[in-house]
Structures are given as structure tokens and as C-alpha cells.
């Protein structure tokens, strides 16, 4: 299946590489506004692919069937729209749209048409998320009490979107994941916009009906984090993403235990607290995005909904959305 990518900023080189790598896709060209990104573009792809300046251009051919978007996010809507129109399949970057009912416009465009679009949540493609999203699944953390992320480093700055919905969108993700797209009933947040129009730093709290969840997001933090606890009745788990890939994931046999009965202080119950085995489970690296792409391509070929379909965007764009305006008010 012939793929072409259009935004060669940042990031659309890891996407172009993936795609590259990718036995079911072909990579048939690269659009980018400026020429100095196709040049570079070029200095890796050589006479394999082809360059466009003008995405209409691409959208317009016959040979392609599929179109990867790695723009900025507030051009997103219009290039997805455009591409439906025009019968192609669709990988976006996260976050989908900047607004929820763009969303919700594009997936009942996708549905008419009877297309794919696939949202790339990287982190539900990432072995760690899988391997805790088992672990819940087995019950081996018991219930879920709480997750808290956080997700810093000093930059990049962005001015169309904020830091939580460049950052938080992860952790949205990774909690609808593993909850099976459990929605909050509560949202609070907090941001400081002294940098950019958009908040740099924001604090995200939100409960649902079984646990709550704090994220933390930031473009001004003199250190480099992005983790994750998902705590447990029965044990806790810690995803670091910046350690090795071997020692990502930390297995807590700790916790709290309710004693009941008799002989116990504090009138009919007493807690205790429980100390056992630390352990790092070994999980073959994977690459998250290469999974993702994978998934998008079968999603095609199968004709069946992506993981991160738009109806997941859409839960998640909710949350976003509900934040910015409590963050403003
Ligand atoms: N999944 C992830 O982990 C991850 C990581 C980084 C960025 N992203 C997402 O990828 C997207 C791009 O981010 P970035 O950091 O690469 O941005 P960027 O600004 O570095 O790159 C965007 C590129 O798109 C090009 N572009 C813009 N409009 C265009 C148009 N109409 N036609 C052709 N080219 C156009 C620009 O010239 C630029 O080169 C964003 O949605 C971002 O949120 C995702």
C-alpha cells in the first residue's frame, strides 16, 4: 500500500523511517512546505520516494492510498478533511484536532467513507503499557487507586497547543488504555502561561468512578522525566521511560493492608503496611511507533477500527478540552 507523509519537521522523520522499514507499506512520497526539510528529506531517501512542496497535489493521486500527517496540529483538521475527501486513508499525530468537534466531524466523515483513521497514542503501543495494561487485565495490581504521571523537560515550547495537550494527551491515553476508555466525572487544572499563549506547565487532576489520576506537564522543568505509577491494592507499578529499556519497569510488591477483626485498634479495622519483592520484569524492546504503524496498516488491510480510533481521540479531546476551560476561568 502506497503511503505518502506530509510534515517533515521534527518528527515526520521518525514516521518516514518507520514507514520506510515496513513491509506492508511503501513509502511513496514526502510533502513538506519548506524545501530545505525535503532536501533533507532527500539526503536519506534519495530517488526511493518523491518530494511535493503542495499536499493537494498528493491527495490528487491515484497511486496513494494512505496519507500520514505529522504537521502542526492546528493544521491537522483541514489536511485530514481534505484527505477523506479525497478517499484516503488517514495516520494522524496526536493530539487528532484542536477541538473536539473537528474530531467528531472527521470520524463521521471516516465512517461514511468507510475509512481508517488511526490516531498514533504512541505510548498504547509501547511494551511497558502492554505489558501493565496484562498485569491489570490478570488483576495482579488488584484495584486500581490511582495514577500519576509526569511528563517534563526544558522545551520545546510550542505556540499552538499547550503543554497538556502536547504532554498530558499521552497520559489521557495511556489511562483510557488501560481503564478501557473510562471517562472522569471531575477535571481540575492549574497553569502557568508565562512563555507562550498557551500554558508551559500545567497540573491536570481528575477522578473517575473507581481511582483518581494527578499529570503533571511541563516545557520548564530543569530535568528530564517521564513517568508513570499505576498503584494498586495489591502491588504498584513504575514506568520510567528515560532509564535503559531493560530497567523501564518496576514491579512494587508493596502496599496497604486492611486488617479486619478482632484485637485490632482504631475501632473495627487497623491498616498495614506491606513490604515485599521489587521486581523488574524483562521486556523485549519494541518499538512503539514502528507498532503503531504496524497496527495502522492491518487496521486497513482488515478493514477494522484502529486501538486509537478518533472515538478514543474524541473521550480524550473531551478531557482536554474540559481542562482548558476550568485552567481559564
Ligand atoms: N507521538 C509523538 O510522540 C510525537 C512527538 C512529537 C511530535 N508529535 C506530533 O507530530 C506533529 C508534528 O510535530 P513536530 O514537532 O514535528 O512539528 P514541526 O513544527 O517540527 O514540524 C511540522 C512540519 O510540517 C510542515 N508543514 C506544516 N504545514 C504543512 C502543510 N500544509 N503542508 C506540508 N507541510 C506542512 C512544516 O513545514 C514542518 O516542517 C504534531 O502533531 C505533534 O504533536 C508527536
Not at 59 to 88: C, F, M, P, R, W
Not at 149 to 174: C, E, P, Y
Not at 276 to 302: K, N, R, V, W
Amino acid at each position: 500500500m502506497n503511503i505518502a507523509l506530509i510534515g517533515y519537521g521534527y518528527w515526520g522523520p521518525n514516521i518516514a523511517k518507520n514507514i520506510f522499514t515496513n513491509h506492508k507499506l511503501s513509502l511513496h512520497s514526502i510533502c513538506d512546505l519548506r524545501q530545505v526539510r525535503l532536501d533533507k528529506a532527500f539526503n536519506s531517501y534519495k530517488n526511493s520516494t518523491y518530494y511535493e512542496t503542495d499536499y493537494q497535489k498528493l491527495l490528487s493521486n491515484q497511486e496513494i492510498q494512505a496519507i500520514a500527517i505529522a504537521v502542526e496540529t492546528s493544521s491537522h483538521y483541514q489536511i485530514a478533511k481534505d484527505a477523506l475527501n479525497k478517499g484516503k486513508h488517514i495516520y494522524i499525530e496526536k493530539p487528532f484536532t484542536s477541538t473536539v468537534q473537528e474530531a467528531i466531524d472527521l470520524a463521521r466523515l471516516a465512517e461514511n467513507k468507510g475509512l481508517t483513521i488511526h490516531v498514533n497514542h504512541i505510548m498504547m503501543y509501547h511494551p511497558c503499557i502492554r505489558k501493565i495494561k496484562d498485569l491489570i487485565d490478570n488483576n495482579e495490581l488488584g484495584e486500581i487507586l490511582y495514577f500519576e504521571a509526569m511528563r517534563m523537560n526544558l522545551g520545546q515550547i510550542k505556540k499552538d497547543v499547550s503543554a497538556m495537550a502536547d504532554l498530558a494527551i499521552h497520559d489521557l491515553s495511556i489511562i483510557d488504555y488501560l481503564s478501557d476508555g473510562k471517562e472522569p466525572f471531575y477535571i481540575k487544572a492549574v497553569g502557568e502561561k508565562k512563555y507562550n499563549p498557551k500554558e508551559s506547565l500545567t497540573f491536570l487532576m481528575l477522578r473517575y468512578e473507581n481511582f483518581i489520576a494527578h499529570i503533571q506537564s511541563s516545557w520548564i522543568s530543569p530535568l528530564k522525566e517521564r513517568k508513570l505509577i499505576v498503584a494498586g491494592t495489591k502491588k504498584m507499578v513504575v514506568f520510567d521511560d528515560v532509564r535503559p529499556s531493560t530497567e523501564k519497569l518496576t514491579i512494587y510488591d508493596k502496599g496497604v493492608d486492611v486488617i479486619a477483626g478482632e484485637n485490632v485498634e482504631y475501632e473495627d479495622y487497623a491498616v498495614k503496611l506491606r513490604e515485599g519483592d521489587i521486581l523488574m520484569p524483562y521486556i523485549p524492546a519494541q518499538d512503539a511507533l514502528f507498532t503503531s504503524i504496524e497496527h495502522f496498516a492491518e487496521c486497513i488491510e482488515t478493514n477494522k477500527l484502529s486501538t486509537s480510533d478518533p472515538q478514543q481521540a474524541i473521550r480524550i479531546l473531551k478531557i482536554l478540552e474540559q481542562a482548558e476551560l476550568v485552567m481559564n476561568t
